[in-house]
């Protein structure tokens, strides 16, 4: 079994005061004991990207989140991960990773895109109006039945241990089918984690990182997206009302 992507505390939690229910991440109140964990996995951010020779911050910047989680042992850890993904050369080795592994699904969605790439460049080549509009519409098709693909592919835990995958999870909700990106947000991955490997969620929390953004400011905390996460998170956390009750 690999081992956990836990993240010690270096800071003394012995007069942090530790919630008795996990936060709502749409809400505005941080857990301190989050904060820490922020604090901390920014300064892990901070070191790994200096030595794997990654300047984030000239690059445009990204959601990140904690999941502060305890343990069978009664211990506390946190969980640290990005939303969506960095690029090939940013050091990850120990954020919580996607959901969906293209490479246990038979890399259907590489093999779909170059297969999409593939009409794309005989539209581009093509002198005959009739074949363009056929080629695009089998382009069209292509692509739609990928991004189903993709969804069924994310599969997500509730804290019953009940699986659903994006797809019927958005159907039940009134946000219809899934945004592009659906479950890439950092809060459904770290619960993803912790719930498939019996952590308690303790406190949960997400900060913006980097420069380049006019609506969000480096380092300050941000709740929960509302159209790609608000349907996730309440299924996750079996609360269908957790939006409303910001």
């Known amino acids: 079994m690999d081992p956990l992507l836990t993240f010690n505390f270096k800071t003394d939690l012995l007069n942090i005061p530790i919630p008795q229910k996990l936060n709502n991440p ?5 857990p301190e004991i989050a904060k820490i964990a922020a604090r901390e996995f920014q300064s892990f ?15 445009d910047g990204k959601m990140y989140g904690v999941l502060v989680v ?13 939303s969506g993904k960095l690029p090939k050369n940013a050091p990850t080795t120990q954020f919580i990773p996607s959901i969906f592994d293209d490479s246990k699904s038979d890399f259907f969605l590489f093999k779909g895109m170059t297969e999409v ?11 005959n109006p009739d074949e ?3 080629l695009k519409e089998k382009s069209k098709k292509k692509s739609i039945s990928i991004q189903k693909q993709l969804f069924e592919s994310y599969n997500f835990l509730n804290l019953s241990g009940h699986t659903k995958n994006l797809i019927d999870i958005f159907k039940e909700s009134t946000h219809g089918n899934p945004p592009a990106a659906a479950g890439e947000c950092a809060g459904p991955k770290l619960l993803q984690y912790a719930i498939s490997h019996r952590l ?15 609506e ?26 957790l939006f409303d009750e910001r």
């Open 216 to 241: 969000r400011k480096h380092k300050l905390f941000y709740p929960a997206c509302k159209n790609r996460c608000r349907p996730i998170l309440e299924y996750m956390l079996e609360d269908n009302a």
């Open 70 to 82: 305890q343990a069978a042992d009664q211990s506390f850890s946190y969980l640290g991960t990005v």
């Open 117 to 127: 790439s593939k009409i794309v460049r005989q539209i581009r080549s093509s002198k």
């Open 200 to 214: 308690k969620p303790i406190a949960l929390t997400e900060f913006w990182w980097g420069n380049k953004n006019k």
């Open 26 to 30: 749409f809400g505005p109140e941080v």
């Open 45 to 59: 951010m901070t070191t790994e990207f200096q030595n794997g020779g990654y300047d984030f911050l000239s690059h």
């Open 132 to 134: 363009v509009v056929a």
